[in-house]
């Protein structure tokens, strides 16, 4: 296991809040990238008795302390798709996640980024500036 890696598994088992504060729920994995192999996807275990999981787009997520806080509202991840637990989410259930968070899908060898980014051009594709 890399660096990085082991420095993200220590993210399992943190909660997770939204920007009010509010706990959204718990870390329970972490998903990576097919082709750039950066984190993606948090997996949280969130519902009252904690029996749903859905995934969380990385990039919409900060460490702060001992704690995780996403800039995704609680309602919005609570009513999220929930996911299998598979431990990789294929194209379409990730377009689909992405979809539903309102961000764009990037998944291709050939960019710097992927997963959920906020405008398809800014994931390393070429400019759509002359």
């Not at 950066?38 to 008795?49: A, D």
């Not at 291709?108 to 400019?127: F, H, L």
């Amino acid at each position: 296991m890399g660096e990085t890696d082991e420095r993200l598994v220590g993210w399992i088992g943190l909660g997770l809040f939204d920007a009010d504060g509010k706990k959204v729920g718990t870390v329970t994995d972490v998903r990576y990238g097919e082709y750039t192999g950066e984190l993606v996807w948090l997996i949280v275990k969130t519902g009252l008795l904690g029996w749903k999981k859905v995934a969380v787009p990385a990039k919409e997520v900060d460490r702060q302390g001992d704690r995780l806080v996403t800039r995704v509202d609680k309602g919005r991840v609570a009513s999220a798709p929930g996911v299998t637990a598979h431990k990789v989410l294929a194209d379409d259930e990730e377009r689909r996640l992405c979809t539903y968070y309102g961000l764009d899908f990037v998944s291709s060898p050939w960019k710097r980024e992927e997963g959920c980014v906020e405008d398809e051009g800014e994931a390393g594709g070429p400019s759509k500036e002359p």
